[in-house]
């Protein structure tokens, strides 16, 4: 399975890790893309540093992981960009609401937009994972729009009905979610009723 996962600068970096880690574990193949803002909210999310470099952070994302490839943000050379390419699913996770708006507008200012445009144009799956709150009228009818052109959004909200004792507990059950939408086995979570 060949999934693109791009983070954005919205708060969630443990929500990507934990769902780049997943997939890899899958035997997923992994195109991974970072923004800007994406770099600085892992670095200070989950190393404590913004001041990381891009490499350091996509280094430290990635390290131990097969069939994660990093893809450049202005990169559209990669097949991400293109709707021949074979691709099974797309993921924006941290999805900030810039990005959100970005691609509602059909705007392309950098791969994760062009990649979550081609899902949509090919009919193909995309999750988006907001995490912002509250949400302006602008914000839900951005979201809105895209559903109704066929994305997933995944709001990063927890349940709490499998009896969570960690945070690794809460971030596992919105990543088990997303496993769910791609149609890719997870252990991560029980499901209800079991």
Same mark, same amino acid.
């Given at each position: 399975?060949?999934?693109?996962?791009?983070?954005?600068?919205?708060?969630?970096?443990?929500?990507?890790?934990?769902?780049?880690?997943?997939?890899?574990?899958?035997?997923?193949?992994?195109?991974?893309?970072?923004?800007?803002?994406?770099?600085?909210?892992?670095? /200070?999310?989950?190393?404590?540093?913004? *001041?990381?470099?891009?490499?350091? $952070?996509?280094?430290?994302?990635?390290?131990?992981?097969?069939?994660?490839? $990093?893809?450049?943000?202005?990169?559209? /050379?990669?097949?991400?960009?293109?709707?021949?390419?074979? #691709?099974?699913?797309?993921? #924006?996770?941290?999805?900030?609401?810039?990005?959100?708006?970005?691609?509602?507008?059909?705007?392309?200012?950098?791969? #994760?937009?062009?990649?979550?445009?081609?899902?949509?144009?090919?009919?193909?799956?995309?999750?988006?994972?907001?995490?912002?709150? %509250?949400? *302006? /009228?602008?914000?839900?009818?951005?979201?809105?729009?895209?559903?109704?052109?066929?994305?997933? $959004?995944?709001?990063?909200? %927890?349940?709490?009905?499998?009896?969570?004792?960690?945070?690794?507990?809460? $971030?596992?059950?919105?990543?088990?979610?997303?496993?769910?939408?791609?149609?890719?086995?997870? /252990?991560?979570?029980?499901?209800?009723?079991?």
């Amino acid at each position: 399975m060949n999934i693109f996962l791009g983070i954005t600068g919205a708060s969630g970096a443990p929500y990507a890790r934990r769902l780049l880690q997943a997939l890899s574990a899958a035997e997923a193949e992994v195109g991974l893309c970072i923004s800007e803002a994406g770099v600085q909210v892992c670095a /200070t999310e989950l190393y404590g540093d913004i *001041s990381l470099s891009r490499d350091e $952070v996509t280094s430290r994302l990635t390290e131990g992981l097969d069939g994660v490839t $990093v893809v450049g943000l202005r990169d559209y /050379t990669t097949p991400y960009a293109s709707g021949s390419a074979r #691709v099974d699913g797309y993921v #924006v996770c941290p999805c900030s609401m810039s990005t959100a708006a970005s691609i509602a507008a059909g705007a392309m200012a950098n791969l #994760v937009h062009r990649a979550a445009s081609v899902a949509l144009k090919e009919e193909r799956k995309l999750v988006l994972v907001p995490r912002e709150t %509250p949400l *302006s /009228t602008i914000h839900l009818e951005n979201l809105l729009r895209l559903r109704r052109a066929g994305a997933t $959004v995944l709001f990063a909200a %927890p349940g709490f009905y499998h009896g969570p004792q960690t945070i690794d507990d809460l $971030v596992n059950f919105l990543v088990a979610r997303c496993l769910d939408q791609l149609g890719i086995d997870q /252990t991560l979570v029980s499901r209800w009723g079991q």
